[in-house]
């Protein structure tokens, strides 16, 4: 299975400033195709998780451009930018290369 | 506008089965494919399988081969799971989600599953 380390384990922000989440698969997740299938979701308390990154670098719909996402073959980032409240919650990496579909263990932000 | 509406938390006895629903709208489900997804303290998300609601094929995480059943009706775009010899460890919040190239795209509000005499 491919393991998707992330950190921090948590995060603690300023409002207004960034943060970034680092997340390292255990495989390459670069396609032949030239598609790196990595993706960001996250999970406001309470609430389902919501996909923010598709394909390691994608804002999905909806999603403000606040969020990006960078990375290479294994090592990606999700950058927030001038971080506000409602941004609160576990962020988790998720890779959708191979089965079993493997989600990194999650990164709690707090505002402070 | 796309909806995943999940069936209400279950309590189930040790041993028991339970068929978990998300019904859908907003999208064309005949061509979709379908994850379920677990979730338990800690946090961590877990992915079940997937089925693809044209034919109902499926494609499971081989550590929920034996325990999970997925199946579809598309008379009514939804969606269904099975658990079965249910245990502790099966205790979760289980979601259904939309899957595609764009990842888990939808999602349903989650549904508590306690297992407990």
């Known amino acids: 299975d491919i393991v998707m380390t992330q950190a921090p384990l948590s995060v603690s922000v300023t409002p207004g400033e960034s943060a970034s989440i680092s997340c390292r698969s255990s495989k390459s997740l670069l396609h032949s195709n030239g598609i790196t299938y990595v993706y960001w979701y996250l999970q406001k308390p309470g609430k389902s998780p919501q996909l923010l990154i598709y394909r390691m670098s994608n804002l999905a719909s909806g999603v403000p451009d606040r969020f990006s996402g960078s990375g290479s073959e294994t090592d990606f980032t999700l950058k927030i930018s001038r971080v506000e409240a409602e941004d609160v919650g576990i962020y988790y990496c998720?890779?959708?290369?191979?089965?079993?579909?493997?989600f990194g263990s999650g990164t709690k932000l707090e505002i402070k | 506008q796309v909806k995943l509406l999940q069936s209400g938390a279950e309590l189930v006895k040790p041993g028991a089965s339970v068929k978990l629903s998300c019904k859908t709208s907003?999208?064309?489900?005949?061509?979709?494919?379908m994850s379920w997804l677990k979730q338990v303290p800690g946090p961590s998300i877990e992915w079940i399988g997937w089925i693809y609601a044209g034919d109902g094929g499926t494609n499971y995480n081989q550590k929920f081969k034996g325990k999970a059943t997925l199946t579809v009706d598309k008379s009514s775009s939804t969606a269904y799971m099975d658990l079965s010899s249910l245990t502790s460890e099966d205790a979760a919040v289980y979601f259904c989600?939309?899957?595609?190239?764009?990842?888990?795209?939808?999602w349903g509000q989650g549904v508590m599953v306690t297992v407990s005499s």
């Open positions: 907003g999208f064309t489900f005949s061509t979709s494919y």
């Open positions: 998720g890779q959708l290369l191979e089965n079993p579909l493997t």
């Open positions: 989600a939309r899957i595609n190239n764009y990842g888990f795209d939808y």
